[in-house]
């Protein structure tokens, strides 16, 4: 209702800039943006308007937004849908919210969670819309594919390379282990490119808006091993399977990787065994000659499946 109270959780006081606004020419409203922090607000309507068209919000969405900032974005996604749930880190940004929307029709229907986004619990929501800090990008796309119930789709602004890595073919360059985890958990689609100079403070690289839609079902793939398997293979990504997977040894044999865990399921393998059984499982399958680079997600599955088959596991 009008004039309602805006719900805070976990909400700290801080401090608000003070005198370093007047000497920050990166500022709104007495604010001084930090961009060690990721902070860069949307400046551009026209670039929000577009967002919030691509992002397809029903009038009964919960929307989930990570790193709101002076709320630029979050009163376009409160004209368009049911609430809007905002989770900001900065205390001064969080009172600026406040400020902002309180005694207004959209205060009964903001809730801001001050707090790490990558540490708190995430209640339910419909749909993320999000500019997000940068620097949490990969660990925040893993939590959210991680939540549930799952979520209708995310529609997110990521640093341009990092998006084009989301979206990467095999055989495109930026191709890689990102590229495969995010496709088997989701549909990956580029929206728009956007220059820098939409924000405020500019950033020092482009950035694309990126439409994230979980996969209902999802694969029926254990996603730890899955990641073991992945994550050696891009390790020597342009090599061939049979020199990068031929070259690793058993869990725990000396002068092997940390992270890279292959294993029995007898565990009475020998090395030189264990060698030629990863051999034959990839001539079985035609992956010998074959590189990271080129498998398709349906490659990847169908060479997991083979080295299960034969008793080999990835953790």
């Known amino acids: 209702m009008a004039g309602g109270k805006i719900k805070r959780e976990k909400l700290q006081r801080g401090g608000r800039g003070g005198t370093a606004a007047a000497s920050n020419p990166h500022f709104q409203g007495g604010i001084p943006f930090h961009k060690s922090k990721g902070q ?6 026209l670039l929000v308007d577009s967002i919030i068209q691509k ?10 937004e990570i790193g709101p900032g002076t709320g630029n974005l979050t009163k376009k996604l409160l004209e368009a849908g049911k609430s809007v749930i905002a989770v900001e880190l900065d205390p001064r940004m969080v009172l600026e919210l406040e400020r902002r929307f309180q005694g ?29 800090p940068y620097q949490i990008s990969s660990p925040l796309t893993f939590k959210l594919l991680s939540h549930r119930p799952l979520f209708r789709c995310a529609v997110i602004m990521f640093q341009r390379e990092f998006a084009m890595r989301l979206v990467a073919q095999p055989g495109d360059t930026l191709y890689c ?54 994550r050696i293979c891009f390790n020597r ?20 990787d940390d992270d890279e865990d292959m294993e029995m399921d007898d565990g009475e393998t020998k090395a030189s065994d264990f060698k030629d059984k990863v051999l034959d499982v990839l001539k079985l399958g035609g992956f010998e000659d074959k590189r990271a680079s080129k498998l398709s997600q349906a490659d990847f599955m169908h ?13």
Request: charged share 25%; net charge positive; glycine share 6%.
């Open 40 to 45: 860069h607000i949307l400046k551009n309507p």
């Open 237 to 256: 990504k342009n090599k061939t399977l049979g020199d990068t997977l031929g070259d690793l040894s058993m869990d725990g044999d000396e002068g092997k």
């Open 55 to 64: 992002s397809g919000i029903k009038s009964t969405d919960i929307i989930l």
């Open 177 to 230: 282990r990102l590229s495969v985890n995010t496709q088997l958990l989701a549909r990956v689609n580029h929206l728009l490119k956007v220059g820098r100079n939409n924000f405020r403070p500019p950033p020092k690289v482009d950035s694309s808006v990126v439409r994230i839609e979980p996969r209902k079902p999802l694969p029926p793939v254990n996603f730890k091993e899955w990641d073991g398997l992945v």
């Open 104 to 132: 207004t029709p959209y205060s009964s229907r903001l809730k801001v969670i001050q707090g790490d986004v990558l540490k708190c619990d995430l209640p339910y929501f419909d749909i993320c819309v999000a500019n997000i």
């Open 303 to 315: 060479l997991l499946s083979l080295f299960n088959k034969a008793g080999i596991h990835f953790s």
